[in-house]
């Protein structure tokens, strides 16, 4: 009889949900969820972005500056706790309050022994329709990381985030197995119709891309349902769709558009392994040729090398 090979890896757990106007019972939620998660045998467990209050972004009102904690603080300490008791990872995504006047979209990778193990802010901030996060966030200045933990190294960007090669090739470089986008993203209602397909399409695909040009597993955790924030605005419907992608852009789990859900997949060591053997794009990387991506457009004509 042949034993069965163990594979080399972890679970992870998404925590796909609703939000509240109660950030205490958002919180309470968002325990008992990562609970569920746990007892499915999940080994690290990512929350949606500012998972404890409605997405208030939506306007430019500074009372909401009240929402903001500091990191260690109230949801960091009560999750530390719960990662400890479970004995699980936690990436727990924080509204910061780092100094007055200072605030970050930030995310605390928590360990499973309690410990803080690494700290997150949010590098790209937009500025869109309904979107007003620059009005709140000061520009993340941690850099783009790769986290030590019980699981091994994870990184961990935050939806706008999602966007941009560069944030994903540079933590994918320090040797994170997975890169985890905690986000909130959705549509206008009155684009839905016309835009809203291509538009989680495009969303879904460079995220996959992440995955196949890193070799890497890419893991988004998004939330549901249609957030007003005044009776006046029409909102934004939060499409859900949370998933992970193997390392050749394989979907292996997704959630609904608009259910409340916990999705579980598989991290598999021997399978980054193997794509990398087989694609190597890490290998074939002209790092000598790469100097041009640090300026905001080149304007100029490619020069011939000189003979």
């Known amino acids: 009889m042949t034993r069965k090979k163990k594979i080399s890896g972890f679970r992870i757990g998404l925590v796909q949900m609703s939000v509240s106007k109660h950030v205490d019972k958002n919180l309470d939620k968002a325990v008992e969820r990562i609970r569920k998660a746990a007892k499915k045998g999940a080994q690290v467990v990512c929350l949606p972005e500012l998972f404890r209050s409605q997405y208030f972004c939506q306007q430019e009102d500074a009372a909401f500056f009240d929402l903001a904690e500091t990191v260690p603080g109230p949801t960091t300490e009560v999750l530390g706790k719960l990662a400890k008791a479970l004995g699980v990872v936690i990436v727990a995504p924080v509204f910061e309050r780092r100094a007055p006047g200072v605030y970050h979209n930030s995310a605390?990778?928590?360990?499973?022994?309690?410990?803080?193990?690494?700290?997150?802010?949010?590098?790209?901030?937009p500025d869109d329709p309904a979107y007003y996060e620059k009005f709140y966030f000061t520009p993340g200045d941690t850099g783009f990381r790769a986290h030590a933990t019980s699981e091994g190294k994870i990184g961990t960007l935050i939806c706008w985030d999602q966007w941009y090669p560069e944030g994903a090739r540079l933590t994918a470089l320090q040797g994170a197995s997975i890169l985890f986008y905690p986000t909130a993203i959705g549509w206008h209602p009155h684009e839905k119709a016309k835009h809203g397909n291509a538009q989680r399409d495009a969303w879904r695909t460079v995220q996959r891309g992440h995955a196949i040009a890193n070799g890497v597993y890419v893991a988004a955790v998004n939330r549901i349902g249609l957030e007003k924030p005044n009776g006046k605005a029409a909102g934004i419907e939060f499409w859900g769709s949370s998933f992970v992608a193997d390392p050749q852009g394989v979907i292996i789990a997704e959630a609904s558009v608009g259910k409340e859900e916990i999705i579980l997949a598989e991290v598999n060591l021997e399978r980054i392994e193997d794509v990398r053997r087989n694609w190597p794009f890490l290998r074939d990387r002209r790092i000598d040729s790469y100097g041009g991506i640090t300026s905001r457009y080149l304007d100029e004509e490619p020069r011939s090398p000189k003979s």
Do not use: P, V
Not at 108 to 125: P, V
């Open 108 to 125: 605390a990778i928590i360990d499973s022994n309690g410990s803080l193990a690494g700290f997150y802010r949010k590098m790209h901030i």
